[in-house]
C-alpha cells in the first residue's frame, strides 16, 4: 500500500523563489527519505531523516520530520531551473513512495 | 558516490517475447536489489526485493513467473519480463543497497520498456 503522500501535486515557481513540498506518511517509522526525479530518468537521493530528528540540512535543502502530525517537509532555497523535477518521499528500507510533487521552476 | 547502471535503457519488442533488464552497482557490493515499474505520471510501485544468492521476494500482485529476477552476484541483478504483452510497457528502474547499510537506495537511470 501508498505510505507517503506528496503535496502539492504539482507547484511552479520563479527562479530564485523558495519551494516547499510536504509529505504525509500513515504508518510509524524509522526514517523517512526524499528523492529528486527528472523527467524519464532513475531517483537521485537527496536526504535521509531520522524518527529521532527534527530537522536535517543539506545545501540547499531542508528537510522536518513531525513524527506526531506524520509529516515531513522538503523545502528548496534559492530555487534553480535545473531543480525542475518531480520529488518524492518514501518510507522504511522498501521505499514505499507517495506519487511525487512536480516541481517547475521558471528562469 | 554509488553509481547503479541499467541496461538497456531502452527497448521496444514484440508481443510474446522476453525482455532482460540488466541492473548493475558499477562501485560498490549490493547483497540487496529492488526492481520497480512505474507507470506515466504514477509513482514506483516496487515490484520485488532481490538478495544476493536467494530467490526474490515479491510483492502482492507481481507474478513471479512473469518477471524472473536473478541476483546471481553482489554487482548483478536481472529481470527478465517473460512473454511480454502490452501492458507491461512501463518504465523499470532498479535499485541497489549498500551491503552495510539499511538505508540509502541508489537507484539506476530506469529502462523505458514498450511492447508492440
Known amino acids: 500500500s501508498q505510505q507517503g503522500e506528496e503535496d502539492p501535486q504539482a507547484l511552479s515557481i520563479q527562479e530564485g523563489e523558495n519551494a516547499t513540498m510536504n509529505c504525509s506518511y500513515k504508518?510509524?517509522?524509522?526514517?523517512l527519505q526524499w528523492y529528486r526525479q527528472n523527467s524519464g530518468r532513475g531517483l537521485v537521493h537527496l536526504i535521509l531523516i531520522r524518527s529521532n530528528e527534527r530537522e536535517k540540512h543539506s545545501g540547499r535543502l531542508r528537510v522536518t520530520l513531525d513524527t506526531s502530525k506524520k509529516s515531513s517537509s522538503l523545502l528548496i532555497t534559492a530555487s534553480r531551473a535545473a531543480d525542475t523535477a518531480s520529488y518524492f518521499c518514501?518510507?522504511?528500507?522498501?521505499?514505499?513512495f507517495g506519487k511525487g510533487t512536480k516541481l517547475t521552476v521558471n528562469p | 558516490g554509488a553509481v547503479v547502471s541499467q541496461h538497456p535503457s531502452r527497448v521496444i519488442c514484440k508481443s510474446g517475447t522476453s525482455v532482460k533488464i540488466e541492473c548493475r552497482s558499477l562501485?560498490?557490493?549490493?547483497?540487496?536489489m529492488f526492481w520497480y515499474r512505474q507507470f506515466p505520471k504514477q509513482s514506483l510501485m516496487l515490484m520485488a526485493t532481490s538478495n544476493e544468492g536467494s530467490k526474490a521476494t515479491y510483492e502482492q500482485g507481481v507474478e513471479k513467473d512473469k518477471f524472473l529476477i536473478n541476483h546471481a552476484s553482489l554487482t548483478l541483478s536481472t529481470l527478465t519480463v517473460t512473454s511480454a504483452h502490452p501492458e507491461d510497457s512501463s518504465f523499470y528502474i532498479c535499485?541497489?543497497?549498500?551491503?552495510?547499510?539499511?538505508?540509502?537506495?541508489?537507484f539506476g537511470p530506469g529502462t523505458r520498456l514498450t511492447v508492440l
Open positions: 504508518t510509524s517509522i524509522n526514517n
Open positions: 535499485s541497489a543497497r549498500l551491503a552495510d547499510s539499511t538505508d540509502t537506495q541508489y
Open positions: 562501485d560498490f557490493q549490493a547483497t540487496t
Open positions: 518514501a518510507t522504511e528500507e522498501k521505499l514505499v
